[in-house]
């Protein structure tokens, strides 16, 4: 019996702690609503001293299919012609997956610095690198707790004798620390995100202003779609390239010898010796040979010139830039109800350790 009475007699313990510890707060009710005021006035502070952010979010969907079964959409026509189409393949070395490392990567993100880009307002217009460099804004106390540094700068600028690399040069091997800064910027603002299950990329971009960040946006995705659209053919145009040098010799070769053949037939008429009709099949062999070897690289060019069409991939945009009508961040509500709950938070406790020192004492 006594020992199914311990956990009623437990129960009623801790039901008088929150009794008491109820009676506590609610007795200091103007010290926890005090704070609780301080804590919506710093977070309202808090919050308005962010600078808006405003996202663009774009979703697109590249073509990712076997080239070896796109060839065959041609290859009949192909065939018709005479032209045997060779559409055995490698992988594509570039998966979609390694799509975020190229948007990130320092080349990629320095084809963005001569871009012009122009506000909301129209009040600014200027390169994007400019735009990055030297009109991003910022919290208050970001320049409070950057102006040491910015100090220590001007003073090792003072004695430094290096000579600075122009900030309008545009080298991915050699930065300069302005540019290094803006790299590191537009990496975080920039992000880039693959479904594997559907292979939809989407890009978002994060800016100070709305029209910029959807013209950045709308520059990201065309600069990517030109990095694959020229990575999956240039093996193609290099080969078309190539053929069409050949081809042109071997033209110019067979023309060579079909007026050769026409010349020595013009110049030989009535004539008939043994001589002349071994010159004469020499000619005409020569001619054939050289009429056959551009034949076939007729042929190639024009395999050559439907590979590179058919590699070209195409793209599908599901979700288009649009200029954002809301900001992204900050979030005001969110950063109230945390500064309210801190305070809250850190009023009971100030009140536990408080009473803890007056039960010692």
């Known amino acids: 019996m006594v020992q199914n009475n311990v956990p009623d007699v437990e129960n009623d313990a801790q039901e008088i702690d929150l ?7 609610w007795g200091e009710r103007r010290f926890l609503l005090k704070c609780g005021g301080i804590a919506v006035v710093v977070g309202l502070v808090v919050a308005f001293s962010i600078p808006k952010e405003y996202s663009t979010t774009v979703k697109l969907a590249p073509e990712t299919s076997d080239p070896s079964k796109k060839m065959g959409n041609l290859g009949g026509l192909a065939a018709m012609a005479g032209i045997n189409l060779n559409t055995s393949s490698g992988a594509d070395a570039i998966s979609p997956d390694l799509y975020p490392d190229v948007v990130g990567s320092v080349p990629f993100l320095l084809e963005l610095f001569p871009v ?12 994007f690198y400019e735009y990055m460099d030297e009109h991003q804004k910022s919290a208050w106390w970001s320049s409070v707790l950057r102006a ?13 004798k290096e000579k600075e690399k122009d900030s309008n040069e545009l080298s991915s091997f050699l930065l300069t620390q302005e540019q ?22 989407t890009v978002s971009v994060q800016m100070q202003d709305p029209l910029i960040s959807a013209n950045v946006t709308q520059v990201v995705l065309n600069n990517l779609q030109n990095y694959i ?19 042109g010799e071997a033209r110019e070769s067979y023309y060579k010898a079909q007026r050769a053949y026409a010349a020595f037939e013009d110049a030989n008429k009535n004539i008939i010796s043994a001589s002349y009709r071994t ?4 000619l005409k062999n020569e001619m054939t040979l050289t009429f056959n070897v551009y034949n076939t690289l007729a042929q190639k060019l024009e395999q050559d010139k439907l590979r590179v069409q058919e590699q070209t991939p195409v793209y599908t945009v599901i979700q288009p830039a649009t200029v954002p009508l809301k900001a992204s961040s900050p979030k005001k509500p969110l950063i109230l109800i945390g500064f309210v709950f801190l305070a809250i938070f850190g009023a009971v406790g100030y ?11």
């Open 279 to 282: 010159e004469q099949e020499r």
């Open 19 to 25: 009794v008491e510890l109820a009676k506590r707060l």
């Open 180 to 201: 290094s800064d803006v790299i590191e910027d537009l990496q975080e603002r920039i992000s880039v995100s693959v479904d594997k299950k559907t292979l939809v990329i």
């Open 229 to 247: 659209t020229s990575y999956r053919t240039q093996k193609a145009k290099q080969d078309l390239e190539f053929t069409e040098k050949v081809f």
């Open 351 to 361: 009140l536990f350790i408080k009473d803890l020192f007056k039960v010692d004492s």
């Open 148 to 160: 040491p540094f910015k100090l220590l700068g001007v003073v090792k600028d003072m004695f430094s």
């Open 116 to 127: 012009q880009v122009t506000d909301e307002d129209a009040t600014l217009s200027t390169s």
